[in-house]
């Protein structure tokens, strides 16, 4: 069985979403753009999700980190566009938690 290398995206929503609203809308726009199966092979996850500083951070394979770039580009929600930009893109945790430490200082 071949193990996949991981990439850990830090995104910034400058809307008010509800996490469950954000994984609904991420699936979506991923599925549409690109299909069910590679939206399976992606293992896409939420990893954390800060409704105060409105911070996410996903987890997906490396192979499809395009895929994911471009799925936050398009993210919608009933027809309302959400805004949202990757702050950081690593292939650690490590990284990312120093990252959300010196963000969540601000």
Partial sequence: MKRYKQRYFIVKIFNNITKEDLIESIEDTFKNLHGII????????????NENNRIAVFKCNSEFADHFRASIFFLRKSNVNIQAKIELTSGTLKKIKRKLKMIEKV
């Fill in 38 to 49: 590679s939206f399976s092979f992606s293992k896409l996850k939420l990893i954390y999700f």
